[in-house]
Every structure is written in structure tokens, then in C-alpha cells.
């Protein structure tokens, strides 16, 4: 149903507030019982109400929610993880297709509108992946934004035709062209950075790359990605992924490379691993950071639940969060940060800042329960209504019928 009145609830967990929307975007927000609009009533029942939550990095074409569980076959690596994956992935119970949009579906019940998924393509796959996201992001066209990154999981230049689908890919409807690992998987970065940026260019696309890599590899990579940002003029089109390496760089080294990043305003996505690069330090320089779910139950890993709540409390455990003023900042970035790495929404402005829920901004929120926002992140309570451009698309974990 459209909501013309969110009664009761409280914006980031302030004082009680009736918060009134039109044409999809907020349009008031009044002390509770000051007066209401006509029309639909969402009853907020003194929730706390946030932007709905931003995935800046899941993989929904490899995903099994919704299958029997089945035990971790994958051995350690990129490469053995992702050949486990290919002997996997076509005998699975349900058609790739079902399994994409089962996924979507449940991470929009929980709470999520807004993401940016993974379609693996290569030799082996071709575009089947990239159809399989299509077709979720389709049937769920009403209910999310969806944007999705041509990802060559394989590399480029390990088999021959990898660089020509990925291509295609980017012909047939893919929004983001991706890389992975110049230097540890492909072994020649330079010819693996120029047909990711060759490929963006022609295309006038964003990038996002993977970096497993460790430390001083990491580095020669992000700066090799910087080089060609600069020479290029992609300031703010280019989002590196993961980047666990960088976190172990010493610390001059870091600040060095991260002032580089701000200038360049390289984007960050984190699935917040157990040894994150530090997000407050990421705040402290102005990088953008979103937060991400990565594989969700799949051959590559057993863990997922398509619950960015719930994402979130791990961004805060992995980060030592502790402070209310921190934990909210990891529900900031799992909204708000995320868009920003999509491109939806500006950079969060510091620790402190809790935006998305003017006067104005989209009518894309969730309604969580919770005494405040850090207790929300804590108790990751399923009493959720979510709403995308203004209308209710989930409640109590279910989702509601397809908007237009």
C-alpha cells in the first residue's frame, strides 16, 4: 500500500515523530499527533525509523538461501574457491533464476533496498549468471533498486574469452564493469587494469574491484588503480572492494594511500571480515564505505542470511564498537554509506552524521525495533516494516505484493 503517514515513530531514534510523504520522498515530519495528512496510515507503533538498509556488495548469483543446506566443499584460494564454485553450480535443486530472486526477495523483506550485486561471467558461464540477476532484478523491479557489476571471478586474462564476455556482459544490461586481483590471479595488472578501465570508458560505466591481496601487493595494486583513475579523470567512479591487504599496510603507508583515495574519492566496500580495514579511520579521511553481504550461503561459503541488521552488528563487533555514537555509524554506513558507493547519495559527513530521513530525501526506510539505534543493531528484532519510494514492500519479514 502507499503510506501517506508513518505515525509514531522515531527518525534515528529521536524524539517521537509522525513523518508524512508524498511522490515517494518524505515531505514532512511533525512532533507525533500534530496534525496527519489524509490517506494511508503505516503504524510506526514508536519504532525506530531508518533509511533502509544499502547492499554495496552481495553476490546473488551464486547464492543457495532457500536450498537444503549442504557442508563447505571449496579449498583455500581464489582460484581453487572458484572452481569449486564452477563443478557446483548448475547441479544445485532450483534453476539459477529462483534462487537470485528468493534471495532478493528475502533481503528486501528483512529490510533492504537498495544493492549492488555480483554476476560472475566466463568461459565457463557466459552470461547465464548475469541473466539469472536480470531476471531478479526484474521481479523485484517495484520493490528495490538494483545495480548490477559484470564481475570476471576467473580473471581476464587465465582463459582465453574472458575479456570479450565481459564485454558482452556490459552489452546485455550489466551497470558496473569489475576486476579482481590484478596481480595475484591474472599475474599482469597492467593488462588486467587497462581492459577494466578500457571496458568502463567505452561504456561510460562505474568500476568495482575485488582486492583479496596481501599488503604490499594490495598497495601496488591501488596504486596502479589510481594511476589510471588520474590519467583517465574517473574521480568518484571507481569503488575497491574488500581491500583486507591495506589494512595491514603500517600506518603512514595507509594514511598516505588513503589521502590519495580522498582526493580521487575512490570508494570502499567491506563485508566486515574478522581483520577490517578500520572504518573510522576510512571516516577520518572522507572515504566513502558501504556495507556488503557478500555470498549468501554458497559455495564458496556456509554463512549468509540475507539480513543486513544483521551485517551491521558485525561491522560493529569486528570494528570494537562499543560507544553508541560508533554503532550507530555502522548502521549509517549499512544505509546511508552504502548508496554513496552506489552513487545514490553523498558521502557520509563524519561519525556523527545520521542522514537519508529529511525533509525531501527518498521514502526508501525500514522500521526496526529498539529502546535506541545501538539497541536496534544488538537485538536485530524481526518486527520490520520496510518501504520503498513510499510504499510499504515488506512487513514482519514478508514481503507485500509488487509495487508498480
Not at 238 to 248: A, M, R
Not at 393 to 404: G, I, N
Amino acid at each position: 500500500m502507499s503510506a501517506q503517514v508513518i505515525s509514531g515513530v522515531r527518525p534515528w531514534g529521536r524524539e517521537l515523530a509522525d513523518v508524512e510523504i508524498a511522490a515517494g520522498r518524505i515531505s514532512a515530519i511533525r512532533p507525533a499527533g500534530e496534525g496527519r495528512a489524509a490517506g494511508e496510515i503505516v503504524d510506526g507503533r514508536g519504532r525506530i525509523l531508518l533509511p533502509s538498509f544499502s547492499d554495496a556488495h552481495v553476490h546473488l548469483d551464486s547464492s543457495r538461501i532457500g536450498l537444503p543446506f549442504r557442508p563447505h566443499t571449496g579449498e583455500p584460494g581464489v582460484w581453487n574457491m572458484m572452481l569449486n564454485d564452477r563443478r557446483n553450480w548448475r547441479d544445485a535443486e532450483r534453476d539459477i533464476a529462483w534462487r537470485t530472486t528468493e534471495t532478493l526477495g528475502r533481503m528486501i523483506a528483512r529490510g533492504t533496498t537498495s544493492v549492488r550485486t555480483y554476476a560472475q561471467v566466463d568461459v565457463d558461464c557466459g552470461l547465464e549468471k548475469l541473466d539469472g540477476v536480470l531476471a531478479a532484478k526484474e521481479a523485484h523491479a517495484g520493490r528495490a533498486d538494483v545495480q548490477i557489476m559484470a564481475f570476471p571471478q576467473a580473471g581476464l586474462l587465465r582463459e582465453s574469452g574472458s575479456a570479450e564476455i565481459l564485454a558482452r556482459a556490459m552489452e546485455s544490461g550489466a551497470d558496473v564493469v569489475g576486476g579482481i586481483d590484478p596481480c595475484a590471479l591474472d599475474r599482469d595488472p597492467a593488462t588486467h587494469l587497462d581492459i577494466v578501465f578500457g571496458l568502463a570508458e567505452r561504456f561510460d560505466a562505474p568500476i568495482d574491484i575485488h582486492l583479496h591481496e596481501p599488503g604490499e601487493l594490495a598497495k601496488f595494486s591501488a596504486e596502479l588503480i589510481l594511476e589510471r583513475i588520474e590519467a583517465l579523470d574517473l574521480r568518484g567512479r571507481v569503488t575497491i572492494s574488500h581491500g583486507y591487504g591495506l589494512g595491514t599496510l603500517p600506518d603512514a603507508q595507509l594514511r598516505a594511500l588513503l589521502e590519495r583515495f580522498r582526493e580521487w574519492d575512490v570508494a570502499v566496500a567491506t563485508v566486515a571480515p574478522p581483520s577490517p580495514l578500520s572504518a573510522l579511520l576510512l571516516a577520518e579521511h572522507g572515504i566513502r564505505l558501504g556495507l556488503g553481504e557478500d555470498g549468501q550461503r554458497d559455495y564458496w561459503s556456509p554463512y549468509g542470511d540475507c539480513d543486513m541488521l544483521e551485517r551491521t552488528w558485525q561491522l560493529a563487533f569486528t570494528n570494537g564498537f562499543r560507544r553508541d555514537v560508533h554503532i550507530e555509524h555502522a548502521a549509517a554506513i549499512a544505509t546511508m554509506g552504502g548508496r554513496s558507493v552506489i552513487g545514490s547519495a553523498p558521502a557520509l559527513d563524519g561519525v556523527a552524521d545520521r542522514p537519508g530521513l529529511a525533509v525531501g530525501d527518498p521514502a526508501d526506510l525500514v522500521l526496526v525495533p529498539g529502546d535506541t539505534v545501538a539497541a536496534a543493531v544488538m537485538d536485530r528484532g524481526r518486527d520490520r516494516t520496510v518501504l520503498h519510494r513510499g510504499v510499504v514492500v515488506a512487513d514482519q519479514l514478508e514481503l507485500a505484493a509488487a509495487a508498480s
